[in-house]
C-alpha cells in the first residue's frame, strides 16, 4: 500500500480539510464583482469588463494597478460607468480599469490574423459570463467571453484557488466559433502598479524575466525616455519608471516577475511548443510593457497617454492554428511573495 499525502490541518488543530474560500458577488449593478477571499488573498473578478481579474490583495497590500480615474480604492466606480470612454475607436477611447485579462495575440491593425486591440468591445470590455464551485479546500472560479467575431474566438479564463498559501492557478482557453481555421496565441496581461519602485536601481525594484539560457532581448518598441536593460545571471532585470517601452524574450523560460519593496508577484508557464514551435512578436514567450506618465499623447500609439506608473507582465503560448470548433490552453501559475512590513 502506498500512502497518500497527509490532510492539512483545520483550524482548530486537527486533521481534516481546510474549508473552502469564501466566493460572494461584490460590486455596484452598474459595476459586478465577483470576490473570491481564501486565508491568504483576496482576487476580485470584473465579469463585466473582459473578464478581467480586476484586483489582487495580500497581506492587506494590492498587486495590481487600476485606473483611479475610473475606480476608487475601493473598486466603485469614481463616475458613472456609462459616461465611461466608449472603448470603440483608437487608443484614446480605452476604458481600461487595469487587472489581468486574457487577449489573442498576434496584436495588430492590418488584418484579421491580428487582433486589433485594445479597446475591444468582446474581449477586453465586454460581458462575459461567470460561474463558480467550491469545494473544501478549493474554490474554482470561470469567466466566458462572448463569441467574438473579429478573432473567430471564445475565451474562457479558469482560476483555481486554494484556502491557504499565496498562489494559485489559472488556465485560458481558446476556442474557435468560426466556420474557417484561425491561428492565434494565447496571451495574459497583467497589470502592476510600480509607482512605488518607479526611478529606483534595479536592486531595489525591477520586473525579472527568468532564462533557462542566455537571454535575448527584442526591441519591440520604445517611445518616451530610456530603458535599459541590465542581467543577472542567466535573467534579465528591467527598471521601472525610466520610460515608454515594449520588450519580448524568445529564449524566456516562461516566469516574468515584478519585485520591489518586499513584494513580488509573479506570472509562470512552461513553453512547451505547438506545431511549428512559433510565438508571435519574433518569438517572444515572455514580453514586457514598461510605462511612466508622459507631458503628452504618443500619437504612434493611437495617441494613447500614458498617466500612471506600472508595467505589463505578459506570458504566451504558441501560435496555434484551430480548426472551426477547436481549442487549445495555456495554464499560468501565479505565485505572489509580500513581506511583513509590521518587523
Known sequence: MTAGPAEPLDATGGAGPLPAPVVAPAGTPELPLLRVATADLVLTFAPTRGGRLLSLVAGGRELLWHDPLLLDSDLAPVRPVASWPASDGDMSTWANVGGSKTWPAPQGWSGPEEW???????????????????TPGLATVTLTSAD??????RVERRFTVPSSGTAFTQTA???NVSAVPRTWSIWEVCQVDTAGGAGRPVEEAAVVVAHAERPVELDLGSWEGRVAS???GDDVLLPVGSGVAKRGYPEASGSVAYRADGLALELATVPVPGPGGTWPDGGSKVEVWLQRPTAEPITSLGDLHPAAHLVELEVLGPLTTLAPGGSTSLDVSWSVSVADRSR
Not at 485594445?118 to 474581449?123: A, N
Not at 467574438?148 to 474566438?153: T, V
Open 148 to 153: 467574438d467575431p473579429r478573432s473567430g474566438l
Open 116 to 134: 486589433a486591440g485594445p479597446p475591444d468591445p468582446v474581449l477586453d470590455s465586454g460581458a462575459w459570463t461567470a460561474a463558480w464551485t467550491t
Open 230 to 232: 541590465t542581467r543577472h
Open 173 to 175: 482557453t481558446f476556442t
